[in-house]
Nanobody, 124 residues
Framework: QVQVVESGGGLVQAGGSVRLSCVAS????????MAWFRQAPGKEREFVAA???????YYSEAVKGRFAISRDNAKNTMYLQMNSLKPEDTAVYYC??????????????????WGQGTQVTVSS
């Protein structure tokens, strides 16, 4: 079992950048597919990006080319570098972990472990 805690959110102007961190404890990060999801008010939780056990990365079309996901297994930490932010990126961002190692999933129900979320607000 793993516990994950996000940090790094805040208020940023459109066009700016923010880096989110997700620190894992309880088990090595390398055992999991790690992902970021986000949820805006009144909307469903949506996939943002994922990194698998070979560090291959996956992105939603909404963030491709602007966001970068990475993992540092030595620090048991995952990151989301968010550039060229837009007001529509405003949401609570969640870190998630999947232990199945079957595939990289883009639906929230396939992830077993979740953090508490960190708010990112992009002003126009």
């Amino acid at each position: 079992q793993v516990q994950v805690v996000e940090s790094g959110g805040g208020l940023v102007q459109a066009g700016g950048s923010v880096r989110l961190s997700c620190v894992a404890s309880g088990r090595a990060l390398g055992h999991y597919v790690m992902a970021w999801f986000r949820q805006a008010p009144g909307k469903e939780r949506e996939f943002v990006a994922a990194v698998d056990w070979n560090s291959k990365t996956y992105y939603s079309e909404a963030v491709k080319g602007r966001f970068a996901i990475s993992r540092d297994n030595a620090k048991n930490t995952m990151y989301l570098q968010m550039n060229s932010l837009k007001p529509e990126d405003t949401a609570v961002y969640y870190c998630a972990a999947d232990a199945s190692r079957v595939a990289v999933y883009t639906t929230a129900r396939d992830y077993d472990y979740w953090g508490q979320g960190t708010q990112v607000t992009v002003s126009s």
